[in-house]
């Protein structure tokens, strides 16, 4: 009976291997493209815009904490206001992996953002990742997701900064054990 039941182990082992063994490899020909297209798109400036637009395709679907685009036309718009409020952005990536028609990045981003070209700007730096997904067999890009917090950014602009260190001390004084907290406790 015990002999019985390793065999039907061994069995379900090798069949299972083949699911085991499915992921393409990150050093494929193909990921290797899809790294480079991922690394691309995470690390375009303003004056390489038109030459990565061409990745995505017409029903790309993009999304961010703030922004959820569909569409190549919504696409561009979306870059091109991005640089031309922040036209001094770099991201810089940190780690990357490519596999299974997936791209993924953890990456660091910084610029200055400005409304008005007449006042100066706000320098900001964010730390993120990105998610790319592909067509099959392709290096077309049909879903994007960035993370990031938003509140980065926000915590160096006058008047929300106050806001967002706010909140960020009353999160670490109710969820982190070693924050000495400032604030009184709550009234029961």
Known sequence: MDARKIILGIIAGM?????AAS???????LNKERLEVGRALIEVTIGELPSVIPYYTYDIEYHDPIVDIYGIDDMTEFLFRLFG???????TVEDEIAIDG????????KGTFATDPDIPGVPYEAKGMSIIKFHDKSTKVYY?????????????????????????????????????????????
Not at 15 to 19: A, D, E, G, S, V
């Open 15 to 19: 069949m299972l291997m083949p699911l």
């Open 85 to 91: 409020s922040t036209p001094d952005l770099i991201t």
């Open 144 to 188: 994007q997701r960035d993370y990031y917090t938003e509140g980065d950014i926000m915590a160096v602009i006058p008047g929300l900064d106050a806001a967002i260190n706010g909140f960020r001390i009353y999160y670490l004084c109710a969820v982190d054990p070693n924050f000495e907290c400032p604030l009184p406790p709550p009234s029961e």
């Open 23 to 29: 992921a393409e490899s990150n050093s494929s020909r």
């Open 102 to 109: 997936m791209y993924t990045a953890t990456w660091t981003m």
